[in-house]
């Protein structure tokens, strides 16, 4: 085997090898979801969490124009309002999935609120909240993870205010 395609297989196996860690890592950060389609994800191991509105629930504002968020240190309650988004359609309220104190708003929707239609999942999360112990660990008991939101929506396809 030649010096150059030595140097190439090696490099290949590398690559793999973090592709595969990368892959294992954004498992074990599952997002679980709300019945009124907002979702949140451990983002760390300082008991953070990231927010947003789902895949489902962007489709059906249509076109975000405006966002309202919360000023940072703002302690919400689960299912307080903590956002409300502007669309050519309607205007929604969006609701905390879990207790927390709102850390990091995204600052980039100010002026491109439309990050939310784009990429709901990545560039159009909401906030970031810190949660204590009890709600980082029943996140996965009170909402649903996303086998089950899947089932949520299918069953509910045809529910006019769903």
């Known amino acids: 085997m030649s010096a150059s395609a030595l140097f190439l297989f090696r490099h290949t196996i590398k690559f793999h090898s973090i592709r595969q860690f990368h892959v294992t890592a954004r498992a074990l950060n599952e997002r679980f979801y709300t019945k009124k389609h907002e979702w949140v994800q451990l983002i760390n191991s300082k008991n953070e969490v990231r927010i947003g509105i ?64 784009k990429s709901s999942y990545s560039d159009g999360w909401l906030v970031q909240a810190i949660v204590d112990d009890k709600n980082k660990n029943d996140m996965g008991k009170i909402l649903m993870n996303e086998a089950k939101y899947k089932e949520f929506l299918e069953k509910n396809k045809d529910a006019v205010d769903h």
């Open 54 to 117: 789902s895949e489902f629930a962007q489709n059906a504002l249509g076109d975000v124009v405006y966002c309202e968020l919360p000023a940072i240190g703002t302690k919400l309650k689960r299912e307080e309002t903590f956002a409300t988004l502007e669309s050519v359609k309607a205007v929604a309220d969006c609701f905390m999935p879990v207790d927390g104190e709102i850390s990091k708003v995204n600052e980039n929707l100010k002026t491109q609120a439309d990050l939310i239609n």
